[in-house]
């Protein structure tokens, strides 16, 4: 009882009932007023509350046999009383994986329409139904600031990769090569050159670069495109494109994202990886052995082509599903897969399982490859500079844990490259080809929109000069066709308007050219 010697008090919960209640439930349940049924009560809940305060965060699951015993404490006192609300609330607790009750206005789940909650709130007394309705206010409460916290991590995630972005086209890696575009717009190369990948010494005014199969594309300021490489699919013939604002090196194709958010190809096309006519409001491409990928501005995903996975010495091919996808802001692709980085620094993929990325957190790049034992790897750069990476073979290839300040990132079936804050690359991986010699490199990063808006005007301005060179060469052209017409009508040299020669002869007597 309490001080008053009105109500009776529970050593368990601290709930008040009046003596005419316990003496009423008493005859309920057992037909005579007894004090065993209040003493059987408070035992049960301080043994419910004592389970539940020895068991491990994870034995909180109905199929653990701690859960069922803290569950029986519970349930044997709504045998005897099934209106005695802190039953409910033990077994809310138990629901919730929480050891204590008045710890309940710390969690963040909702608890409202919890039917455990209602039913405690239905029976509680006046008291301890503002005791409840407190936790639930602390509860919403709760809710709204993780809310709050997690819309500054998106919105914190989506700076560091908007800073991030000017880095992401700096460094591409081929399967036996690396290129890193300095600052200057100039474009270094190392590694295999047997089909002239690595000639890109006479590149100029490049603001990014993408490699694979062979061949490398560098756009430039003006938003042309050049390659050297492989060219046996045609995807070298990037010639005649113009307004474009990125690019995308597929196995035998090339892809080149348009200012208008249409995206144009070149190369083989046997799978259909290059059907991107139709494609509109796209802000991001990738290309994949047989594939090509579009980033739309709605954050969904579109894909041509299929995946490419071998089969002995032969290729088998599937296609992708990306139709689920959603909330995406950056993409890549290897011959094998397909990989997506939603907003909120989680990762999703499609195509040969490349590990667990479920509980990646805080991604701000991607990076992705496949071998021909269908073995893919992808690789993360965080949001404090660390990389990560799933189904990647460390005994084989290296260890990026030690990595520090990266900016940016690429990968092949062989190797993974980082960029640094400061401008210097570091790699882990086969090195048969001497590609790893980049100790030397200095200044790889972004050209600074400056030096972007001096390359274009004067790449703008040497376009205008051809272009009244061009037309003043026309113009002397059809001049000189008119005055060579006239000459001829007079009977004069075509040439050069000289008498011609005698009766049997057109040859001038000036020039000494025949007419």
């Known amino acids: 009882m309490d001080a008053s010697g009105e109500f009776a008090v529970c050593d368990a919960c601290g709930m008040k009932h009046t003596k005419d209640r316990v003496k009423a439930k008493a005859q309920e349940i057992t037909g005579t007023v007894t ?23 994870d034995e909180f699951n ?4 701690p859960w069922k015993r803290t569950a029986e404490y519970f349930d044997k006192v709504l045998d005897i009383d099934p209106e005695y609300s802190p039953a409910y609330v033990g077994k809310l607790c138990l629901e919730l994986g929480v050891q204590k009750e008045e710890m309940l206005g710390d969690i963040n789940k909702p608890i409202s329409e919890n039917s455990n909650f209602q039913k405690a709130l239905r029976f509680a007394d006046t008291d301890y139904r503002a005791k409840l309705e407190g936790y639930n206010k602390s509860i919403q409460e709760n809710i709204e600031e993780e809310k709050r916290q997690e ?3 998106i919105a914190d995630l989506a700076d560091i990769r908007k800073k991030n972005a000017r880095f992401q086209n700096c460094i591409s890696v081929g399967s036996l090569n690396i290129f890193g575009l300095r600052a200057d717009g100039t474009v270094v190369a190392i590694g295999d050159n047997k089909n002239g990948q690595c000639n890109t010494r006479s590149w100029r005014d490049i603001v990014a670069i993408s490699t694979c199969g062979g061949h490398i594309v560098g756009l430039k300021a003006d938003g042309t495109v050049v390659t050297v490489g492989n060219n046996k699919e045609g995807q070298c013939n990037t010639g005649s494109w113009r307004d474009i604002v990125a690019i995308a090196a597929g196995g035998n194709h090339t892809v080149g994202l348009k200012a208008d958010g249409t995206v144009v190809t070149v190369g083989n096309n046997k799978e259909g990886q290059c059907n991107t006519g139709s494609w509109r409001d796209i802000v991001a491409i990738a290309a994949g052995g047989d594939h090509t990928i579009g980033l739309k501005v709605d954050g969904t995903v579109v894909v041509v082509g299929k995946s490419q996975r071998h089969r002995g010495l032969a290729f088998e091919y599937f296609e992708f599903d990306v139709s689920r996808w ?6 890549s692709s290897s011959s094998s897969n397909i990989v997506g980085l939603k907003k909120d620094g989680t990762v999703v993929y499609d195509g040969v399982y490349c590990g667990y990325t479920e509980d990646w957190r805080d991604i701000v790049t991607i990076a992705t490859s496949s071998d021909r034992n269908n073995c893919g790897h992808i690789v993360g750069l965080k949001a404090d500079g660390t990389v990560v990476a799933v189904e990647y073979n460390e005994e084989l290839l290296g260890n990026t844990g030690s990595w520090r300040d990266i900016v940016a990132i ?3 079936s062989y190797h993974i490259v980082g ?4 401008g210097t690359v570091v790699a882990v991986g086969h090195n ?14 972004p050209v600074s929109e400056e030096k972007r808006i ?5 790449a703008e301005q040497e376009r205008i000069e051809k272009q009244r060179r061009e037309k003043q060469e026309w113009e002397e052209q059809v001049q000189r066709a008119n005055q060579s017409k006239s000459w001829q009508e007079q009977g004069l040299c075509r040439y050069c308007g000289g008498q011609i020669g005698g009766l049997f002869t057109k040859k001038c007597k000036s020039c000494g050219k025949e007419n």
């Not at 959603?326 to 993409?331: A, E, K, Q, Y």
């Open 62 to 65: 109905p199929i653990y046999t």
């Open 151 to 153: 819309q500054k991590r």
């Open 326 to 331: 959603r909330d995406i802001v950056g993409v």
């Open 419 to 422: 960029l640094k804050t400061d």
């Open 410 to 412: 690429s990968t092949s």
């Open 35 to 57: 004090v065993s049924n209040i003493a059987n009560i408070e035992s049960l809940m301080k043994r419910g509350y004592m389970a539940l305060e020895d068991m491990k965060s």
């Open 432 to 445: 048969a080809n001497g590609q790893f010699n980049t100790e030397n490199w200095r200044d790889i990063g």
């Open 454 to 458: 001096e390359w274009k005007r004067r």
